[in-house]
Nanobody, 116 residues
Framework: QVQLVESGGGLVQVGGSLRLSCAAS????????MGWYRQVPGKQRELVAF????????NYVDAVRGRFTISRDNAKNTVYLQMNSLKPEDTAVYYC?????????WGQGTQVTVSS
């Protein structure tokens, strides 16, 4: 069983920055893709960004492209989401996700609140 533990969420003002971290309990090189999702009450969970195992392929939802950057450090078994120029609509619970050929794993989520 794999555990994903997110950290780095919190309260930030509009225009501020946060960096989320997702630490895995085993080597992340076994996951062909890892990503960050977010969810607000009453809405479906949406994909924010993903990164392939090699780290050279990334993609972002249009709402965050140019402001968020996803990266991974295989040596630390950690995936990051650098969030800049935060907006109130970025307020959500952010979840880390990892996919192997056999399973899909989720973290417990970390709250990000952007205040105006």
């Amino acid at each position: 069983q794999v555990q994903l533990v997110e950290s780095g969420g919190g309260l930030v003002q509009v225009g501020g920055s946060l960096r989320l971290s997702c630490a895995a309990s085993r080597s992340i090189s076994s996951f062909y893709v890892m990503g960050w999702y977010r969810q607000v009450p009453g809405k479906q969970r949406e994909l924010v960004a993903f990164i392939a195992s090699g780290g050279d392929t990334t993609n972002y939802v249009d709402a965050v492209r140019g402001r968020f950057t996803i990266s991974r450090d295989n040596a630390k078994n950690t995936v990051y989401l650098q969030m800049n120029s935060l907006k109130p609509e970025d307020t959500a619970v952010y979840y880390c996700n990892a996919k192997s050929t056999m399973n899909v794993y989720w973290g417990q989520g970390t709250q990000v609140t952007v205040s105006s």
